[in-house]
């Protein structure tokens, strides 16, 4: 404030001068002039110069302030970009960790996979072995079961076996004071009813005449105690002497006597083509024994023939 004072003071004093002017002669011009043109060039040098600082401050400071500012917001885009790196190194690294566990991962898990069909290919070969043992599981048991009941039947004919050794041929069985051979092995081949007749003819035989219930019993039980199931039970019949070749539907026994009661198979005798020949089958009921077939068919057989009287 002082200093604009001083400034308006000193213009005023100039321009008071400068309107005298007028008034004096060229020389006291001329002084005038020099003095005032001194005057003149010290006053606006004073003020210029004292403005120019002024200003200079102003402008300073303002440009302090703006520097300031510019620093402040400097600091702080800085102090952000480094975060914003920081963040951004942060992720590069977790980044990094990621695919390196990423890498970890997928190897562990062709590892697993490896590992996983080795194991697949070994339960596939125990699979298959089980199946295979148990296959050969059932088969032992099927040859044991087979094996059990030939013993049970063959202890049950202990006392008739002991018998026919006393009054039949070797391999015949003793039963009602006759002698009867049982083609049951599979080693004998089976035959025609005319092959099969021929057979027992050759021992002073002939097939058997089943014309009593107790002769049908025992041979239908020792019949089915040696049923091999493996096998079709139209293949496991066994010719006997009755036949129906003369007249059709008349059944005669070999000795030529007249079937009485018959031990047929519902639906049988049906002559189905052409049976003249019967023959009886291993059955739970012995009463559904029989079944006309083709004399030609290749069945086991029964012979049966007296035996001997030994004193
Ligand atoms: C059938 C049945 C019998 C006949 C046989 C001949 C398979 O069983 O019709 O009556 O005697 O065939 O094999
Ligand atoms: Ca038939």
């Known amino acids: 404030m002082e200093d604009r004072e001083d400034l308006g003071g000193i213009s005023d004093c100039a321009y008071n001068k400068l309107d005298s002017q007028e008034e004096l002669t060229t020389e006291e011009q001329e002084f005038f002039s020099n003095q005032q043109k001194q005057k003149v060039s010290v006053s606006l040098m004073i003020p210029k110069s004292s403005l120019s600082r002024y200003h200079q401050l102003i402008i300073l400071a303002v440009f302090a302030v703006i520097l300031l500012a510019v620093d402040i917001g400097l600091g702080v885009y800085y102090n952000k970009l480094t975060s914003g790196q920081r963040i951004f190194t942060d992720m590069n690294n977790e980044l990094a960790k990621l695919q390196a566990s990423y890498t970890t991962a997928t190897q562990r898990k062709t590892e697993a996979n490896k590992l996983l069909a080795k194991e697949m290919s070994e339960q596939q070969l125990t699979m298959w072995e089980l199946e295979h043992q148990s296959r050969a599981t059932k088969d032992f048991e099927r040859r044991t079961n087979k094996i059990r009941l030939e013993t049970a039947a063959l202890k049950s004919h202990m006392p008739m076996i002991k018998e026919g050794c006393r009054h039949c041929l070797p391999g015949w069985t003793y039963m009602f004071s006759m002698c009867y051979y049982f083609a049951l092995s599979d080693d004998v081949l089976r035959r025609s009813w005319q092959e099969a007749r021929n057979f027992c003819m050759r021992y002073g035989a002939d097939l058997a005449v089943v014309d009593t219930r107790e002769k049908h019993l025992a041979i239908s039980e020792l019949i089915t105690n040696y049923y091999d199931t493996s096998r079709n039970i139209y293949q496991s019949g066994f010719w006997i ?30 002559n189905q ?39």
């Open 241 to 270: 002497g009755l036949r129906d070749v003369e007249y059709e539907g008349t059944w005669k026994w070999l000795d030529g006597t007249s079937l009485a009661a018959g031990y047929w198979n519902d639906g049988e005798p049906n």
């Open 273 to 311: 083509g052409n049976e003249d020949c019967a023959a009886a089958y291993p059955r739970s009921n012995p009463f559904k024994s029989w079944n006309d077939a083709p004399c030609n068919h290749g069945l086991k057989w029964i012979c049966e023939m007296t035996a001997k009287t030994q004193s």
